[in-house]
């Protein structure tokens, strides 16, 4: 091809993307995330999703394929489970939104049914016996707590499994995320457990963004321990795998 006639399929080539990309960052448009594939052979590609993505330019001669591996598993649903003293609250991730499908309130445990939690004026050798009793109180008051989570953590795990979530976040004190932990212990759920305590006050976004992280991480290891097995299957004789850009 001419210099000439080069330079003006370049031009009308760049006026192209920039056109393209120009539509990309329209604020009318859907979604809060957006791909744009430019082929070498073939028309554009584009899609909108609901979930977010990173900024990013990439030139490369074979398909950028990892940010569109991660978008796909970030947008099957995801349990999001906080408990606390006050109660159980379960929300769904599911492309980008995060709706909440189960609350429930412990303010309607009252200290009468575990027990009485002490005098409120003690007199100095009373202290011991006082101390003992709110340790007691205590403990009984968590043991209601519990059973009142393991109640309700059939109803999580009959929801997770009726709408498919990949995997349950949890988070909250250890010996009331227990009972949820082993209702869900032997399912097809991935269940990552967080060691944050939920704050007063929390909406479902707080907490999805409390848990993103940890949920984040657990996606990176489980998407290098895929890697590794679809590796060792490539190196076997007569594996069902491949690696090698020519391969692929």
């Not at 979930?51 to 649903?77: C, I, K, N, S, Y």
């Not at 016996?129 to 009142?148: D, V």
Request: charged share 25%; hydrophobic share 40%; proline share 6%.
């Amino acid at each position: 091809m001419p210099d000439g006639d080069m330079v003006e399929a370049c031009r009308r080539r760049r006026e192209e993307i920039t056109e393209l990309v120009g539509s990309l960052l329209d604020g009318h448009e859907t979604g809060r995330g957006r791909v744009l594939v430019l082929p070498l052979t073939g028309s554009p590609r584009r899609l909108n999703v609901w979930e977010g993505l990173p900024d990013g330019v990439v030139l490369a001669v074979d398909a950028h394929v990892t940010p569109l591996l991660a978008l796909r598993e970030q947008g099957r649903p995801t349990g999001l489970v906080a408990v606390s003293p006050t109660g159980l609250v379960a929300a769904e991730r599911s492309m980008g939104v995060v709706r909440t499908v189960l609350s429930v309130n412990f303010a309607d445990v009252s200290p009468e049914e575990v027990g009485p939690q002490g005098t409120e004026h003690s007199v100095p050798h009373q202290e011991t016996e006082r101390h003992l009793q709110s340790r007691t109180f205590g403990r009984r008051l968590t043991k209601q707590y519990a059973a009142a989570i393991a109640t309700h953590s059939a109803t999580v795990a009959e929801f997770a499994a009726s709408s498919g979530w990949r995997a349950v976040a949890i988070c909250g004190e250890p010996a009331l995320t227990a009972p949820l932990q082993s209702r869900l212990a032997g399912t097809a759920h991935e269940v990552i457990t967080s060691k944050i305590t939920p704050g007063d006050g929390w909406s479902i976004h707080d907490l999805e963004q409390a848990l993103r992280p940890e949920i984040e991480h657990a996606a990176r290891v489980r998407r290098a321990a895929i890697a590794a097995r679809a590796l060792d299957a490539a190196r076997a004789r007569h594996g069902t795998a491949a690696f090698g850009i020519d391969d692929v």
